[in-house]
């Protein structure tokens, strides 16, 4: 039974972290992703679990002391996680049927996924204590097997973390995750089952342990047990929260990294807890443990904030191993594993022991394990509130981390006065005040250094000058003062946007032309949505057109004031047109009822937890269907870190939902726009030109852009182009989110940047005709052949001439003569 026992909690570990972590994907692509919409959803996740661990006396008292018990446990969540997928799957229509006000509501989303998680997470949180009591059965026994299964449980979590992670998702999508965890479930039913002959009807255990003393818990200790439970069960998720809110820059923000932050917080934790086990019943003086060890877990939080400041150091040492992906993720684990373990450990290990003291003998024990593992769950949630929504926000995560600390090195002093021995409280009592002390003396997070090591363009003439820095809902946001006037505003070491100082006018060519494109090519476009506010480049750029409405919706409020702490004000929220909102763009749209004339979305990188799910085919189904007739989608990536398979799944996704459009494609920036239409798109000359003349006039120029053939010189792939070179790659789905599955490629890897850049160039097909007026179709082709030929840009001007020949032999000759000239003068002078 007991074999059993290991080999079911270990299963069941593995496929509840599994379901946590694709339902909380699934639920955040309706609810939205910000940090307060992600927090509400694993609320209610947890919330069931507790519900499950405090009523599974009642929910299993018929079953008795059996194995069906549990049988039937596993049952109810296989079932559920089957019949739950498809209803998660259908929840954006569900969605987009509520009023908004109702829709972006945070109880009603608490409502919403309470009510869907509640009958499997139940089952879930009875798993734990009905095993429990049915493998411990002597009083002498109670810690060591209390330990044990503990132990076992999170080791299957922390598996669940992983594999979930690193194969379920990545090989067979969130839907083929859940099956994999229903699958599960079935193993341990019918393995179960076929067992279940062969045990007594009720169960039984081994003799009792060699040296092992009862522990009759009086009311007192176990008051003082519960409070134990409660206190590191706040603390332990707040804390969490708090290490993985530095740790996830640290870790790019990738899901990968996540995964390995929870999956080494619960590997501390069941080694805990497998270290305790063998000690829990021959304790002799509990009170002493408990006092001692909540002091080493204060003390440990306390230091681990050092560790944390050395993490710029262990960056760069990994950046020092060179490309190779594998040497860099070992240095950065390891790193991560020394900041958490300490603390982690001792979580761990006074779990189970505040248990044992709590449950005292077996009598009730199925009931006093479901209440002190509800009374931790709950504490947990309460922990992960505070700490999102109250703590981190008000005075940091350095800051957080230390009233963690001193939260349990007070808990400690109050259990000081239940130890026997007055010597040993005299002792315990000083030490309490030294930790005290100590802990708060340290020097804390500095989150400055953090970011200048992570920073992918920190090489600057000048040492950089943090003008703004604030812990966001959604991640660390800077403004740092680069070369002379130059500000980067960057969301956890990823710059976002690039400002000048005094300059409002000044930003990247390619963020304004993700609003001028579609605003020039819509026929008479009025009104606008915008996904994300970034450095504000995009937004002020709508401004300087005639539409009559500009709304703006962005993830992270501390974005917004990072731009008007680098430029003294946010000019665009100064234009009475311009509505900004902070929520996930995606939920705005799902619950709002509003189309509009022109989106343009440029969220954070699609490698980025989160960001991915705005680079899915179902998201530009939901622009397309929130486009006015003649709307115009244009849609921003970056191939920064990114491969070229998962490009092409993001335009494959784009373009099997907009049946015109093209590419835009910079190689100087790295910098592509995806834009899309239900109706035709065309580059007419003369409507462009008239909304030229107008008040953006100026900004264009800046960019270099005069007329419509400055618009083409980097129009890059067709549509019918990008069906072509993207068939056989899968598209980037919600359930295969794969641009946030594939590995991201490192910034310094010089080689594949240029094989990347070699297949853009060679993949150029310059298919723009279908795109222009048929009486202006060869002049236009000709400038731009021309202005390629000008930036020696042979291969692309070379393409040009051959789309140019059907339309006009004699343009054609004159530019193939261009292009042999400038051939002849890069072979004079020994370039390629």
Not at 298 to 312: E, K, Q
Not at 446 to 475: C, M, N, T, W, Y
Not at 800 to 815: F, G, I, N
Request: charged share 20%; net charge neutral; hydrophobic share 50%.
């Amino acid at each position: 039974m007991l074999r059993l026992a290991g080999l079911f909690l270990v299963l069941s570990g593995i496929a509840t972290l599994t379901y946590q972590v694709v339902w909380v994907q699934l639920l955040s692509l309706s609810m939205g992703s910000t940090s307060a919409s992600v927090s509400t959803v694993l609320a209610a996740f947890f919330l069931g679990m507790a519900a499950g661990s405090l009523l599974a006396h009642r929910m299993t008292r018929r079953l008795g002391d059996h194995l069906r018990a549990y049988v039937v446990l596993e049952v109810v969540i296989g079932v559920s996680g089957a019949v739950l997928l498809p209803v998660l799957l259908a929840l954006d229509d569900i969605m987009a049927w509520t009023p908004a006000w109702l829709g972006t509501a945070l109880w009603f989303k608490l409502v919403v996924s309470l009510l869907l998680m509640l009958v499997p997470t139940m089952a879930m949180g009875a798993t734990f204590p009905v095993m429990a009591s049915l493998l411990i059965r002597r009083d002498a026994q109670l810690g060591d097997r209390l330990g044990l299964l503990y132990s076992l449980n999170t080791l299957g979590a922390v598996l669940g973390a992983l594999v979930s992670a690193f194969l379920f998702i990545p090989r067979w999508g969130l839907d083929g995750a859940v099956w994999v965890a229903v699958a599960l479930n079935a193993v341990i039913v019918v393995i179960a089952v076929a067992r279940m002959r062969g045990l007594p009807a009720e169960a039984t255990t081994d003799e009792a342990v060699e040296g092992a003393q009862p522990i009759t818990s009086s009311p007192r200790m176990r008051r003082l047990a519960l409070a134990v439970l409660c206190g590191t069960g706040f603390v332990s998720i707040a804390a969490e929260v708090a290490y993985t809110k530095a740790l996830a820059m640290f870790l790019d923000g990738t899901m990968y990294g996540f995964a390995t932050i929870l999956s080494i917080f619960l590997l501390g934790i069941a080694i805990g807890s497998w270290a305790i086990k063998s000690r829990l019943d021959r304790i002799e003086d509990p009170s002493r443990w408990l006092v001692a060890g909540l002091l080493l877990l204060g003390s440990s939080m306390a230091v681990s904030r050092l560790g944390l400041n050395l993490l710029p150091w262990a960056h760069d040492l990994a950046d020092s191993m060179g490309t190779h992906a594998g040497l860099r993720g070992f240095v950065r684990t390891l790193a991560v594993f020394g900041v958490l373990l300490p603390a982690t450990l001792l979580f761990g290990a006074l779990f189970p022991l505040s248990l044992r003291l709590y449950c005292g003998t077996t009598a009730r024990l199925r009931a006093d394990v479901g209440r002190a593992y509800a009374a931790n769950t709950f504490a947990s949630i309460l922990g992960a509130i505070a700490a999102g929504y109250v703590l981190i926000p008000a005075v940091g995560t350095d800051s957080t981390l230390l009233v963690c600390a001193v939260a349990v090195i007070l808990l400690a002093v109050l259990l000081v006065p239940t130890i026997p021995a007055a010597r040993v409280r005299g002792y315990l009592a000083l030490a309490s005040v030294a930790v005290l002390a100590i802990g708060i003396a340290l020097p804390g997070l500095d989150f400055r250094a953090l970011i200048l090591a992570v920073h992918e363009s920190r090489e600057s003439a000048q040492a950089p000058e943090f003008l703004f820095l604030e812990e966001g809902k959604a991640g660390v946001v800077c403004a740092v003062r680069q070369d002379q006037d130059l500000v980067s505003i960057q969301n956890n070491g990823l710059q976002e946007s690039v400002r000048r100082i005094g300059d409002p006018a000044h930003g990247p060519s390619t963020e304004k032309l993700l609003a001028y494109l579609p605003y020039l090519l819509h026929e008479a476009p009025k009104s606008s949505f915008c996904v994300g506010f970034g450095g504000g480049v995009t937004a002020r750029a709508l401004t300087r057109t005639d539409l009559e409405s500009i709304r703006i919706v962005e993830l992270e409020p501390a974005v917004v004031r990072a731009v008007e702490a680098a430029l003294g004000a946010v000019e665009p929220l100064e234009d009475p047109r311009v509505q900004l909102s902070f929520n996930d763009a995606r939920n705005t749209l799902l619950v709002e009822g509003r189309t509009y004339d022109i989106i343009c979305s440029q969220p954070s990188h699609p490698w980025r937890a989160g960001a991915g799910k705005l680079f899915t085919r179902e998201f530009a189904a939901l622009v397309r269907d929130h486009l006015n007739p003649g709307g115009v989608f244009c849609q921003w990536c970056n191939l920064v870190r990114m491969d070229l398979d998962t490009l092409r799944s993001i335009v494959r996704a784009f373009f099997l939902e907009f049946e015109h459009g093209f590419v835009n494609l910079s190689l100087q920036s790295g910098d592509v726009l995806l834009v899309g239409s239900r109706s035709p798109v065309s580059f007419d000359r003369a409507r462009i030109e008239a909304r030229m003349g107008a008040r953006m006039s100026d900004d264009l120029q800046r960019m270099g852009i005069t007329g419509p053939v400055d618009l083409l010189r980097d129009f890059w792939w067709s549509r019918r182009e990008c069906l072509v070179l993207t068939e056989g790659v899968d598209a980037n789905t919600d359930l295969r989110l794969l641009s946030e599955v594939r590995s991201t490629v490192p910034l310094d890897d010089a080689e594949g940047s240029r094989r990347r850049i070699q297949w853009l160039v060679r993949s150029y097909g310059a298919d723009m005709v279908p795109y222009l007026q048929p009486a202006e179709a060869g002049d236009l082709l000709w400038q731009v052949g021309r202005g390629l030929v000008e930036r020696q840009d042979v291969v692309r001007a070379k393409q040009c001439a051959e789309r140019l020949q059907p339309l006009d032999d004699r343009l054609a000759k004159r530019l193939r003569t261009s292009i042999r000239k400038v051939q002849r003068e890069l072979e004079q002078g020994g370039r390629r």
